[in-house]
């Protein structure tokens, strides 16, 4: 366990803040410190001077400038799900937004508010009673800022684009403490940041999101025997590479209830019932299913399928690649990995981005990589008292495994702090713009979740 550490400067902050804050504030050896200071990734072990969780925005406010003043070390904390322990930072100041998951719907304009710490069941509860589903990743319990404004891979990606696509406007407390609305018509270049270039400019407080008249949809989740992997997963190639809009197909691979590795295919039909069985169909005849079925139900349940195996206080590593498409060495790479996995908690899901995301334009928003492809994500878990060690090597060898067949860069939420290399090139052309708009809102440095706008780090990946 970490040690908490005290500076002059962390505790002149925590005076002021015990004085003006309206919320929480914890510190090292108040009750509710050590549950504040835990992420859904237990390897992750810091120990921050402070850990406030603001009552509204102008708490916000308070506590970033604060911070700045103090030249204290700040870590933003929405849903508490980033792998690699940017939300915690040591002897520093944490804002835990846990206390902002307000959402309010506008029906009649098909629009909702959520504050910066609701996270995407959150938002999916409040929406579905009309009718209406907001774009979000594929887990309840992340915090839906933290997706949203690094891209947000999702099952109605064709249909709807990413999470950031959906994104009409923020509230953001900028470094000086200040709060401003990032939008098309205030203040368009941090809005264009916003949209892909991660948590690098301020605190969100708010989100106005685009919703979509889904409720009802096509899906569910097939497990196939590993057997069968080589055969369903070329299938599924076929398959994506001709797909409607309407269809959003994840497949993977992670333990079943005897502990052995299943593939799964997922599929979202977001269009109508009836049109969508045929090819329905296809997806059950890849192989033979053992156990699973695709049916008509609710969107929001869909969204509850991986609460299985997002399982707070394991540990875990993630690595990633994009990929252009799966290719036969790609496939082979993957069963492999299934065939050797170290842990019956770790697995692998890939998530499939096209149709309407494919066509927002490149220099629309920061997000890039705006042509179809396969977003592989690796995820590693093991039980706390493990040695790490074969969990680690098994996803970063799968990782370089896929190397030769990726696209460069790659997702900015996945890549680790060893990745400074992947995570520039996945901005490509928008890296020196988003630098610019750094340096204009925060050019102190004061929020770091994304080290390719840090221009101090020197770390590379491969």
């Known amino acids: 366990m970490a040690l908490p550490t005290t500076s002059p400067a962390s505790a002149a902050a925590v005076r002021a803040l015990r004085t003006g804050l309206r ?23 810091a120990a921050p001077a402070a850990v406030a ?22 870590a933003v ?6 792998w690699a322990g940017r939300a915690l930072v040591d002897g520093g100041l944490v804002l835990d937004l846990s ?23 959150d938002v999916l509860e409040a929406t579905r009673t009309h009718g209406l589903a907001p774009v979000t990743g594929t887990v309840k319990a992340v915090g839906l800022a933290g997706v949203t404004l690094a891209g947000g ?3 109605l990606a064709g249909r709807c684009g990413l999470a950031l696509d959906n994104l009409l406007g923020a509230r953001i407390v900028l470094a000086d403490g200040r709060a401003v609305t990032a939008s098309p018509e205030e203040h368009p270049d941090l809005f264009w940041a916003l949209r892909g270039g991660g948590g690098n400019f301020g605190v969100v407080t708010e989100l106005h999101l685009a919703l979509h ?28 590479a001709e797909a409607p809009d309407e269809l959003t197909v994840m497949t993977g691979f992670f333990g079943g209830p005897g502990g052995e590795p299943l593939v799964y295919v997922l599929p979202v039909w977001s269009g109508d019932i009836e049109a969508g069985r045929p090819v329905i169909d296809r997806l059950a005849r890849l192989g033979t299913p053992l156990a699973g079925t695709v049916c008509p139900q609710e969107y929001a349940a869909v969204l509850g399928m ?31 990995a299934a065939r050797t996995v170290t842990s019956p908690y770790s697995g692998m899901y890939v998530h499939h981005f096209h149709g309407a995301a494919a066509r927002v334009g490149v220099d629309d928003t920061a997000f890039a990589l705006r042509r179809d492809h396969l977003l592989v994500e690796i995820g590693a878990a093991w039980e706390p008292g493990q040695d790490p060690a074969p969990h680690r090597r098994w996803a970063r060898e799968l990782s370089e495994a896929l190397a030769g067949q990726a696209l460069p860069g790659g997702y900015p939420n996945l890549l680790g702090p060893d990745e400074y290399q992947r995570t520039a090139a996945a901005f490509g052309p928008h890296t020196g713009r988003l630098a610019e708009v750094k340096d204009r809102y925060d050019p102190d440095h004061l929020f770091r979740a994304v080290a390719a706008l840090e221009p101090t780090d020197t770390t590379s990946g491969a």
């Open 99 to 121: 206390a902002l998951r307000a959402v309010a719907v506008d029906r009649a304009s098909g629009t909702a508010v959520a504050q910066g710490g609701a996270r995407a069941g």
């Open 23 to 45: 919320g929480e504030l914890l510190t090292p050896g108040d009750a509710g410190y050590a549950t504040a200071r835990r992420l859904w990734n237990g390897a992750v072990d």
């Open 53 to 74: 969780r603001p009552a509204d925005e102008q708490d916000v406010s308070r506590a970033v400038r604060l911070a700045r003043t103090h030249r204290l070390p700040l």
């Open 306 to 336: 991986f609460d299985q195996v997002v399982v707070d206080g394991r540990h875990n590593e993630v690595r990633t690649r994009w990929l252009p498409a799966f290719t036969d060495e790609s496939i082979d790479a993957i069963v492999a």
């Open 153 to 155: 891979y999702g099952l």
């Open 77 to 82: 904390r929405g849903g508490g799900h980033d």
């Open 213 to 240: 008249p889904v409720s009802t949809v096509l899906a569910g989740m097939l497990l196939f025997p590993l057997a069968q992997a080589g055969a369903v997963l070329r299938g599924y190639r076929e398959l994506v």
